[in-house]
Protein backbone atom coordinates (compact mmCIF):
# COMPACT_ATOMS: atom_id res chain seq x y z
CA UNK A 1 0.00 0.00 0.00
CA UNK A 2 1.04 3.29 -0.81
CA UNK A 3 2.17 5.84 1.39
CA UNK A 4 2.92 9.65 1.70
CA UNK A 5 6.34 10.20 2.53
CA UNK A 6 6.12 13.78 2.29
CA UNK A 7 3.82 16.58 0.88
CA UNK A 8 4.97 20.22 0.41
CA UNK A 9 3.39 23.50 -1.44
CA UNK A 10 4.91 23.36 -4.76
CA UNK A 11 3.81 25.78 -7.66
CA UNK A 12 2.80 24.46 -11.04
CA UNK A 13 5.22 26.86 -12.96
CA UNK A 14 7.63 29.15 -11.65
CA UNK A 15 6.95 32.77 -11.54
CA UNK A 16 8.28 35.51 -14.23
CA UNK A 17 10.48 38.22 -12.65
CA UNK A 18 8.30 40.74 -10.61
CA UNK A 19 5.37 38.48 -10.52
CA UNK A 20 3.36 38.01 -7.33
CA UNK A 21 3.39 34.69 -5.57
CA UNK A 22 -0.43 34.80 -4.74
CA UNK A 23 -0.89 35.25 -8.98
CA UNK A 24 0.48 31.19 -9.11
CA UNK A 25 -1.34 28.57 -9.67
CA UNK A 26 -0.68 26.09 -6.30
CA UNK A 27 -0.71 22.41 -5.57
CA UNK A 28 1.40 19.66 -3.54
CA UNK A 29 4.11 18.07 -4.84
CA UNK A 30 3.66 14.43 -3.11
CA UNK A 31 6.46 12.18 -2.57
CA UNK A 32 5.07 8.18 -2.28
CA UNK A 33 6.40 4.86 -0.82
CA UNK A 34 5.46 2.86 -3.33
CA UNK A 35 8.56 0.94 -5.23
CA UNK A 36 10.67 3.51 -6.15
CA UNK A 37 10.31 6.80 -4.68
CA UNK A 38 8.03 9.17 -6.87
CA UNK A 39 6.64 12.61 -7.00
CA UNK A 40 2.92 13.53 -8.10
CA UNK A 41 2.09 17.50 -8.34
CA UNK A 42 -1.38 17.35 -6.91
CA UNK A 43 -3.70 20.58 -7.98
CA UNK A 44 -4.97 21.64 -4.68
CA UNK A 45 -4.25 25.01 -3.74
CA UNK A 46 -2.54 24.68 -0.09
CA UNK A 47 -3.45 27.35 2.56
CA UNK A 48 -2.07 31.00 2.27
CA UNK A 49 -0.29 30.17 5.72
CA UNK A 50 0.98 26.71 3.91
CA UNK A 51 2.69 28.51 0.89
CA UNK A 52 4.45 31.22 3.26
CA UNK A 53 6.25 28.53 5.47
CA UNK A 54 6.91 26.32 2.94
CA UNK A 55 10.60 25.00 3.05
CA UNK A 56 11.03 24.65 -0.40
CA UNK A 57 9.97 25.71 -4.01
CA UNK A 58 11.13 29.42 -3.22
CA UNK A 59 13.44 32.04 -5.82
CA UNK A 60 16.60 33.69 -4.81
CA UNK A 61 16.58 37.25 -5.75
CA UNK A 62 19.63 37.57 -8.41
CA UNK A 63 22.13 40.03 -7.44
CA UNK A 64 22.44 43.24 -9.52
Request: net charge negative; charged share 35%; glycine share 4%.
Amino acid sequence: MRQIISKEPWWAMPPKPGQDESELEWGWLVHYSEGEPRFEFVRERPTDSEIRNRKSCRITPSPE
